[in-house]
C-alpha cells in the first residue's frame, strides 16, 4: 500500500518536477538573451564611445592648426601694420619739408644722396632706409 501512494504522489509529482525543469531551463534562456542584449549595446555604445573619442583627437588637432595660421597671419598682419604706420610717418614727415630748403635729416634720412631738393631726397630716402623692416610677408 506504501508503494501504490508512492506510486500516486510520483504521477502527481513528476509532471510538476519535469514542467519546472523546463520552466528553468526556459527562464535560464530568457536571462541569457537579455544578457547577451545588454552586452550587444554595451559593445555598440563602446564603439560610438571610440568614434567620439576619435572626433574629439581630430577637432584638437585642427584647433591647433587654427591657431598656428591665426597666429602666424596676426602676426604678419602687425608686420604690415608697422610698415604702414612708418611709410605714413615718412609721408607726414616729407610733406612737411618745404621745396629747395635743406635740412640735415633730410641728408641722413636720404642716405647720403644729396640732390639739393629736401622732399625729393626724403623720397629717396624712403626705398633707400635702411631701418625699415626686411622681413616683408606680401
Known amino acids: ?7 500516486k504522489i510520483a504521477k502527481v509529482l513528476i509532471p510538476f518536477m519535469i ?7 526556459v527562464v535560464g534562456k530568457a536571462k541569457q538573451l537579455r544578457i547577451d542584449a ?5 559593445a555598440k555604445t563602446q564603439q560610438e564611445l571610440a568614434v567620439c573619442q576619435d572626433a574629439n583627437a581630430t577637432g ?4 591647433v592648426s587654427l ?14 601694420l608697422r610698415q604702414k604706420e ?9 610733406d612737411g619739408l618745404k621745396p629747395g630748403v635743406k635740412a ?24 633707400i632706409d635702411e631701418g ?5 610677408e606680401d
Open 104 to 127: 640735415n635729416e633730410t641728408n641722413a634720412n636720404a642716405g647720403g644722396s644729396d640732390t639739393g631738393d629736401p622732399i625729393l631726397d626724403g623720397l629717396n630716402g624712403m626705398f
Open 86 to 94: 612708418h611709410t605714413a610717418a615718412e609721408i607726414k614727415r616729407i
Open 1 to 7: 500500500m506504501s508503494a501504490q501512494i508512492a506510486w
Open 60 to 63: 584638437q588637432a585642427t584647433i
Open 67 to 80: 591657431t598656428t595660421e591665426l597666429q602666424s597671419a596676426q602676426k604678419s598682419c602687425t608686420t604690415r
Open 132 to 136: 625699415s623692416p626686411t622681413d616683408r
Open 19 to 25: 514542467g519546472a525543469i523546463i520552466g528553468g531551463i
Open 38 to 42: 545588454v552586452k550587444l549595446e554595451l
